[in-house]
């Protein structure tokens, strides 16, 4: 189903994540190359992670995102 969403997607996984591996992002990204992939260091499967690792990345990367629609 990836490769067929036409709208900017953003994949964002954590390099510490134990529950899906970071290969799963990876085969995601190269079904739908158009994507922007984002692994962020040091955050695990929580999105709360996110919060005290790489909340300043993601928004930014979110923002990025949103300009192109």
Do not use: C, Q, S
Not at 50 to 58: G, I, T, V, W, Y
Request: proline share 6%.
């Amino acid at each position: 189903v990836v490769e067929r969403i036409g709208l900017p997607l953003l994949l964002v996984h954590g390099d510490r994540d134990n529950t899906v591996p970071v290969r799963n992002a990876e085969l995601l990204h190269e079904r739908n190359p158009a994507a922007t992939l984002r692994i962020y260091p040091g955050v695990d499967h929580a999105f709360v992670g996110m919060r005290d690792r790489a909340a300043r990345a993601f928004l930014g990367d979110l923002r990025a995102l949103l300009d192109t629609i």
